[in-house]
């Protein structure tokens, strides 16, 4: 009897945090990889390109001050209060709130936690980046006359805000889309995705914090924790079906 009952919260804790499997064919699974791959390399290239042209001063971040001014030219109080919404959704207050409710909420709402924890884990890692590779990096901001709201010092590059709503959107997207079999209701979300994401890109510019090539840069490492992300999950859950090929 006590074996039983011992036995009985393992299983229940086992088959909550450790077990989803989900059954696709074995090509679906090989895709799956290959986007992995795919995305993790062409997120780390275009980081790289993008950190040595801004620490040599030419090729790509030459558009940073051309595209800031065009960008501020549409400055106006309407669009000021909108951008501000925008940044302090997903800023260091509000979405790590964000976060953490979603997480919680999902972990105690689904069958399995699998999901959540991943999210909450690649979330950590992001902001992690962001915190090692910026101080490390050490770019200035733009000048505190182009800055709207408060006056901010430390350093610009990458953008945190954009790392963490790249990260946070685009990752639950495909945690929650990737077991739904309607593509069209994924192409959606992904596209709603995305366009918060420039969204919230557009504002840190906007608003006078951050380079162009500063939220770039953060997209683009996104695009690495994302691909590792669907990598592990895959891994982890994707089972290969009796009948695949």
Known sequence: MTTAGTRGPLRRFHEKFIVEERPMPASARRTLFVIAIALVVVGLVAFLVILDSVRESDDLSVIDEPVQGWIEGFRSPPMTVVMAIVATVFGPIVLPVIVLVT???????????????????AMIVGVASVQILAPVIGRERPPISSMLLDIDHTPSFPSGHVMGATDFLLITTFLVFSRRRNPISTVVAFVVAVVLVLATAASRVYLGYHWPTDVLASMSLSLVVLGGVIAVDTWRTARVEPSGD
């Open 103 to 121: 997480t919680l909420w999902w972990g105690f709402a689904a069958k399995h936690a699998w999901r959540p924890i991943l999210l909450a884990v």
